[in-house]
Structures are given as C-alpha cells and as structure tokens.
C-alpha cells in the first residue's frame, strides 16, 4: 500500500507538457486556415504555431489548477503537483485520438462527432477516477470536481466554434 502512496503522489510533468504540445501540434495542423498560412508563408505560420502552442500549454495548466482548486474546496486531501499534472496526462491521452480523426476527417462529421463525445465520455470517467484516488473524495465529489472544467473542454476544445 505505501507503494502506491508514493507513485499516486508523484507529478508528471514532463509528460503533461510533451502530451499537451504534441496534442496542440495535432490539432493545429488540422485546422484549414493554418495550412493555408502555411503554404502562403511559412515564417508568420511558425510565429502563430508557437503561439498557438503557448496556449494550449496554459489552457492545459489552467484546466488542471480548477480540478485541483475544486477538488480542495469539496473537502480533498491531495496535492497540487500530482493532480494537475496527472489530469493534463488523462485529459490528452483521452483527446489523442479523436484529434487523429479529426486531422483526416471534418469535424462536422457523424463519426468525428461520435469519436469526440466517447473520448469526452471515457476522459471524464478516468478523471473522477484520478480526483477519487488522488484527493480520497467520494465518486459524486469527485465527479462535481470534475465537471466544470470537463464541460468547458468539451464545448471549446472539442466541439469547436458554432456555426
């Protein structure tokens, strides 16, 4: 058991950043108008690239800071570190192959749209499972810990703009 403790209290940073970098790159070169920038320009392409990766890190890291803030507030136990890192993991390891769909496919798409409502599904499933374990709370806690900031990804990472 004292195993688990400690692997449960270790961050993963390294692999948040990477996931959250290479799941951004995904996504971005999925999108029309960043080719079209491309083929017109490749400097001011790069420039936007790097902003748009600068953002996707802190959106990352902002959706992981609220898990924990709220997670704290419903009366959890666990640390910054261990929780935001390991829902910036789950929450793109979950999205991966949904944005591999959409680099290929429209994402108005009836199967696009069937893989982004399953991969949300499965995400938000594993991540009240990390808030349970890593903050002790019980499964309706950790599901209203996770709700918020699982809503607002689905509505504007995953389902993109209306149109």
């Known amino acids: 058991m004292e195993i688990l403790d400690e ?11 990477l996931l959250s970098l290479v799941s951004g ?13 491309w083929s017109a320009g490749g400097a001011l392409a790069l420039k936007v690239a790097g902003l748009a990766e600068a953002g996707v890190l802190v959106a990352s890291l902002a959706l992981g800071s609220v898990t924990h803030a709220i997670a704290r507030t419903l009366g ?3 640390r910054f570190a261990p929780t935001a890192s390991l829902f910036i993991v ?5 999205d991966l192959p949904r944005l591999a769909i959409v680099a290929w496919l429209p994402t108005d798409a009836t199967f696009v749209q069937a893989a982004t409502y399953a991969t949300w599904g499965f995400g938000y499933v594993l991540a009240v499972l990390l ?12 599901a ?9 990804a689905l509505a504007l ?3 993109g703009p209306v149109r």
């Open 7 to 17: 692997a449960r209290d270790r961050s993963a940073w390294s692999a948040a950043v």
């Open 25 to 37: 790159a995904i996504g971005m070169l999925s999108v029309d108008a960043f080719r079209q920038q």
């Open 76 to 78: 959890g136990s666990g």
């Open 90 to 94: 789950l929450f793109w390891v979950t």
């Open 131 to 142: 808030i349970r374990g890593q903050h002790h709370l019980p499964t309706l806690k950790s």
């Open 144 to 152: 209203a810990a996770v709700s918020v900031q699982m809503l607002a």
């Open 157 to 159: 990472l995953k389902l």
